[in-house]
């Protein structure tokens, strides 16, 4: 949910914040429903581009596993 929150405040679409992590527009929506979790660099590449603390998205990713 974290994550759908920072990209929902940066006025992006699902595919084009996929498309600056390098993924695809539905592996972002399954990390939004919590129906996956991102992998480590992914996590950290998230972080990296909204400018935020990695434990911010990790914690929230491993709430969801």
């Known amino acids: 949910q974290k994550l759908r929150e920072l990209r929902k405040s940066k006025g992006l679409s699902q595919e084009r914040l996929a498309q ?3 993924t695809t527009r539905a592996t972002v929506a399954n990390y939004e429903a919590g129906r996956a979790s991102p992998p480590y ?6 972080a990296a581009f909204f400018e935020v603390d ?12």
């Open 20 to 22: 600056k992590l390098g």
């Open 41 to 46: 660099w992914l996590v950290e590449q998230a």
């Open 54 to 65: 990695i434990t911010l998205l990790f914690k929230e990713g491993e709430q969801g596993a």
